[in-house]
């Protein structure tokens, strides 16, 4: 005996149909003769990167070799975890250490 589903309007008939006329394309049929998508680096907006500069690229621990333009002292950050709030606060502590030396120079 065959089951009846009561709550059939009868307008799935035709969407199913429509289905099985289209061909469906796994990934790799569908991306075959595109270009694999470039990474494009994102643009640094923090003001700390005035007074730093990126090294290299990442490592393969995931840290970033950074230097300090004012002291050249070195940071390895992984920059997508931890951000700029390091170097920012390093920033200021070199800026007034910066300061005080020319001061006791004059």
Same mark, same amino acid.
């Given at each position: /005996?065959?089951?009846?589903?009561?709550?059939?309007?009868?307008?799935?008939?035709? /969407?199913? +149909?429509?289905?099985?006329?289209?061909?469906?394309?796994?990934?790799? +049929?569908?991306?075959?003769?595109?270009?694999?998508?470039?990474?494009?680096?994102?643009?640094?907006?923090?003001?700390?990167?005035?007074?730093?500069?990126?090294?290299?690229?990442?490592?393969?621990?995931?840290?970033?070799?950074?230097?300090?333009? #004012?002291?050249?002292?070195?940071?390895?950050?992984?920059?997508?975890?931890?951000?700029?709030?390091? #170097?920012?606060?390093? /920033?200021?502590?070199?800026?007034?250490?910066?300061?005080?030396?020319?001061?006791?120079?004059?």
């Amino acid at each position: /005996m065959e089951a009846i589903d009561l709550n059939d309007d009868g307008q799935n008939d035709v /969407m199913d +149909e429509d289905i099985e006329d289209h061909e469906v394309l796994d990934d790799s +049929e569908a991306n075959r003769g595109t270009q694999p998508r470039q990474v494009q680096s994102r643009r640094r907006v923090s003001r700390c990167w005035r007074k730093f500069t990126i090294l290299g690229g990442r490592l393969s621990d995931g840290t970033t070799k950074i230097r300090c333009n #004012l002291c050249r002292r070195f940071y390895f950050l992984n920059l997508r975890r931890n951000g700029t709030s390091t #170097l920012t606060r390093h /920033m200021k502590a070199a800026n007034k250490r910066r300061q005080s030396h020319k001061a006791g120079t004059k």
